[in-house]
Nanobody, 126 residues
Framework: QLQLVESGGGLVQPGGSLRLSCTAS?????????IGWFRQAPGKEREGVSC????????YYSDSVKGRFTISRDKTMNTAYLQMNSLKPEDTGVYYC??????????????????WGQGIQVTVSS
């Protein structure tokens, strides 16, 4: 069974940092997989936060997180990360990691992804 599991979420004060991890089981999150991090804030639609194109290594960041978040993957290629710094209350939401073998149009469009984690809560509040 192919699964993605997120970890590392929680409550953090504004200005703080968290690192989210996304670990694959049942398959190897290798170079053939594009990886995306998405989030859904309360009352809002899910949006792409950061994604990485496995073919080129090019990374994408939404304007709201550019310069503060960093997406990466480890040497074993079975875990992806989202380092989140200078967190703001508007970063609060449920964060999901996702993986896709093929992306036809847009690397950070959620419709391109077919493997999803269950989501993890990130709350930024004083």
């Amino acid at each position: 069974q192919l699964q993605l599991v997120e970890s590392g979420g929680g409550l953090v004060q504004p200005g703080g940092s968290l690192r989210l991890s996304c670990t694959a089981s049942g398959f190897t999150l290798d170079y053939y997989y594009h990886i995306g991090w998405f989030r859904q804030a309360p009352g809002k639609e899910r949006e792409g936060v950061s994604c990485i194109d496995s073919s080129s290594g090019i990374t994408y960041y939404s304007d709201s997180v550019k310069g503060r978040f960093t997406i990466s993957r480890d040497k074993t290629m079975n875990t992806a990360y989202l380092q989140m710094n200078s967190l703001k209350p508007e970063d609060t939401g449920v964060y999901y990691c996702a993986a896709a073998r093929i992306v036809l149009f847009s690397i950070c469009d959620e419709d391109e992804y077919d493997h999803w984690g269950q989501g993890i809560q990130v709350t930024v509040s004083s």
